[in-house]
């Protein structure tokens, strides 16, 4: 792919031989691209310059089929004539006429031709999830004539479909079919099949392809990953108390669970989930976009409920981030149902239960119960203060 493409953007100008001149003693000049890289069945670009006056101006050549007639455009003439499939390898003559006299002369050289070569990855790369993979299937070779091609893999969202374009660097080989596929953010590691199929769905051509997250260690790695830690549920608890091991917690009760990540992976905002076999169900973190959160490194939190019934013992909390290739575990200690000292986030019982809430701007302290209880008592101070009749005591 990059030698056809370097291919297509040398430009060759003028053979050994000196410049000609046309009738009014004027030279010409003969450019000729990819003039001296050619394989069978490719194009040459030809421009001539400085013909002046009527009649028409051709190119002569063993490499093509038959002279070619050169379209006129503002100070030249221009053609892109292809070189006969049959044209061994060697240099060859060509020449241009205008008005029926030679005007000058160069040569162009013809390479072997190549078998049709399908390409994905280079040989030993391994490529990240997310990552753009580009195809491309080279068949300019006698007898090939196929106008559809498309690629299919399991690491593929969809089948891919390749496309030659003459407008592209490549527009010199016009049977060099291209595309291109974006693999998933969420693709697992390993090796996949990429397949090619031909006109009536035949298989033409298979690859494999390696497709690995960047782990801690590699140079493409960026993640920063710290946690899980435990804050509670109280109104003076927040993520700037959480830590990783301690926190205690009694069956029913709820525990925030936090995770911190310098540089998470595209798209994880939606993926990261806390497990553990205490929780009542996995808990997927969200990320703290409050202004609490402003100056630190993106954090994700979210409370989790502890089974009811559980016994005490300390239980292992899991956090796998950058495609499951981070995985973290803290302890949380599970107190018996009665204790309630140094726990947080019990389920049930008087007083007040807060839960401290992520996402969205909120970020801030809800209160789920106690308001009543809050209410009441002010009633009641106020109550106090007045006489019979509802008029304030002297």
Known sequence: MAAVLATGALWCAGGAAAPAFA???????????????????ELVDIEVQGVRGGGDVTVSSP????????????????????????TGPGTYPL??????????????????????????????????????LWMAYDDLYPGESG??????????????????????????????????????????D????????????????????????ARPG???????????????T???????????????????????????????????????TATSPAFEKPVRLRRDDSKAGDGDDPRYFAPARIRRGLAPGTYAVTVASHHGRVTKVAHLEVTSAGATGGASGAGGGSGMTVAYVAGGTTGGILVAAGLGTLLRRRAARAAAGRGPGGRPSP
Do not use: C
Request: net charge positive; charged share 25%.
């Open 234 to 272: 109280s109104p003076a608890s927040g993520p700037e108390d959480a830590r990783g091991r301690g926190h205690r917690v009694p069956p029913g009760g709820t525990v925030n669970v936090l995770w911190r990540d310098r540089s998470p992976d595209p798209g994880e905002e939606e993926r990261l």
């Open 190 to 213: 390993g090796t996949y099949k990429v397949t090619l199929y031909g006109p009536g769905g035949r298989v033409v051509d298979e690859k494999p392809l390696t497709v690995r997250a």
């Open 218 to 232: 590699d140079r493409d790695y960026v993640g920063r990953a710290r946690g899980p830690a435990f804050f509670g």
């Open 63 to 86: 490499v093509f089929p038959r002279p070619v007639r050169l379209a006129p455009r503002e100070h030249a003439h221009h053609a892109r004539p292809a070189i006969a499939m049959t």
């Open 147 to 188: 106008k559809a091609f498309t690629v299919r893999s399991p690491a593929f969202r969809k089948e891919v479909r390749l496309a030659h374009d003459p407008s592209s660097a490549d527009w010199n080989n016009p049977r060099l079919f291209s595309g291109a596929a974006e693999l998933p953010q969420g693709v697992r």
């Open 23 to 41: 009738g009014d003693g004027s030279p010409v000049h003969v450019l000729l691209n990819s003039a001296f890289d050619n394989r069978p069945g």
């Open 95 to 132: 020449t241009v006429r205008a008005g029926g006299r030679v005007v000058a002369e160069d040569r162009v050289e013809v390479k072997p031709s190549q078998r049709p070569s399908f390409s994905a990855a280079s040989p030993g790369e391994v490529l990240r999830p997310g990552e753009r």
